[in-house]
Nanobody, 116 residues
Framework: QVQLVESGGGLAQPGGSLRLSCAAS????????MTWARQPPGKGLEWVAS????????YYADSVKGRFTISRDDAKETLYLDMNSLRLEDTELYYC?????????RGQGTQVTVSS
């Protein structure tokens, strides 16, 4: 059974930083592309970034390119998202997703709020 547990969200000021983590279990983490997605209130999921298995390829949405970094630690079965230069519009619920598509199996999400 796929289990994904996100953590690290919280309140940050504009220009600040946060690090999200996602602990994975119940599947062979090393063999999956993993994705971060986010969802603003009342809207659909938005793809943020993906990392291929073994971390060979990284992909970012234009809205976060240059500010966010996705990474993975296969030994710990953990996915990360380092978020820098945060903006007000980054305020959303962030999900860790198994696979490349935002609609895939995901955790319960962690809230990121950017506010001055």
């Amino acid at each position: 059974q796929v289990q994904l547990v996100e953590s690290g969200g919280g309140l940050a000021q504009p220009g600040g930083s946060l690090r999200l983590s996602c602990a994975a279990s119940g599947f062979d983490f090393t063999m999956y592309t993993m994705t971060w997605a986010r969802q603003p209130p009342g809207k659909g999921l938005e793809w943020v970034a993906s990392i291929a298995y073994f971390g060979q390829n990284l992909y970012y949405a234009d809205s976060v390119k240059g500010r966010f970094t996705i990474s993975r630690d296969d030994a710990k079965e953990t996915l990360y998202l380092d978020m820098n230069s945060l903006r007000l519009e980054d305020t959303e619920l962030y999900y860790c997703v198994q696979g490349r598509e935002p609609g895939g199996p995901r955790g319960q999400g962690t809230q990121v709020t950017v506010s001055s």
